[in-house]
């Protein structure tokens, strides 16, 4: 038995096939610009994470605690360059610096053409603050802008503690533009993307070395205090009489209750 197709059916399969077609023109090129978004996204990564090392750097090299002072800015770049838009198996050595070769690239952030999306190592920018070149451009004031020096932690100098405000550490990076001509990465031929993160901290040594300590300083902020503790025996004479003895008198510039205390069990002696 022979049986023969209906010529609208068939008339459907052809309709089907050239809508594909057509559809497959505009959605395949997407589909290979799907890798290209994923890199950026890394860059991006790396961009942030490359911010938080210059920051946290800061911690341990400045000017208020350190005895070695600021790392050189050009020497953080350096560093920021190689440790996080470099190849990733590369070696953390004093002063390497990346240079503009395969060998010293991602691998992985490469467009579709092998171009790199960084043409060069000196387009991963580092800068502080408000895009200072300098460390002691780093510092902002506080949410109102005020300098931190000028606001109630003013009496940070009356406490023996520097306030110079929040650090802040920029790193940004420009992208080499997909090669120029070809349709299918229009707008990526001409988008000039760059990307920009930064980290924040407040770092200054506001701690202290014992409880004895925090209370000298801040016991500074209240002069009263003293004041009325020369007065503490007459007073505590006052309360009693009034209130019968029977409620403990106020312990004014007596800050022993609030310490820290640790149990005797709990101390290491130490030999």
């Keep these: 038995m022979i049986s023969l197709a209906h010529p609208a059916t068939a008339s459907q399969r052809g309709q089907s096939v050239v809508e594909f077609l057509v559809i497959s023109v505009a959605l395949i090129p997407l589909f290979l610009l799907f890798p290209m978004i994923g890199k950026y996204q890394d860059i991006r990564h790396a961009t942030q994470m490359a911010s938080r090392y210059a920051a946290f750097d800061a911690t341990t090299r400045n000017d208020i605690q350190s005895v070695d002072g600021w ?23 004093t002063n390497d610096v990346a240079g503009d070769i395969d060998a010293n690239r991602n691998p992985a952030w490469r467009d579709p053409y092998n171009n790199p999306l960084i043409a060069r190592f000196s387009d991963v920018g580092l800068s502080f603050g408000n895009g200072s070149s300098t460390h002691a451009g780093g510092f902002s004031g506080a949410s109102d802008s005020a300098p931190f020096n000028r606001v109630p932690v003013a009496n940070a100098g009356a406490m023996g503690l520097q306030a110079p405000g929040i650090y802040t550490a920029n790193v ?25 993160r930064h980290t924040s901290l407040l770092f ?68």
């Design 71 to 93: 790392k050189p800015e050009a020497q953080l770049a350096d560093e920021v360059r190689r440790r996080f838009f470099s190849n990733s198996d590369a070696p953390i050595k």
């Design 172 to 196: 940004s990076v420009k992208l080499a533009n997909l090669p120029a001509g070809i349709k299918s990465v229009v707008p990526f031929d001409t988008i000039d993307l760059s990307m920009q």
């Design 204 to 271: 200054e040594p506001w701690s202290s070395p014992s409880p004895q300590e925090t209370e000298n300083r801040f016991g500074r902020l209240a002069p009263v205090n003293s004041v009325l503790s020369a007065l503490s025996p007459i007073i505590d004479l006052g309360v009693g009489l009034v209130d019968m003895f029977k409620v403990s008198p106020p312990e004014f510039g007596n800050l022993q209750k609030w310490r820290d205390a640790v149990p005797q069990d709990r101390l290491i002696p130490v030999e």
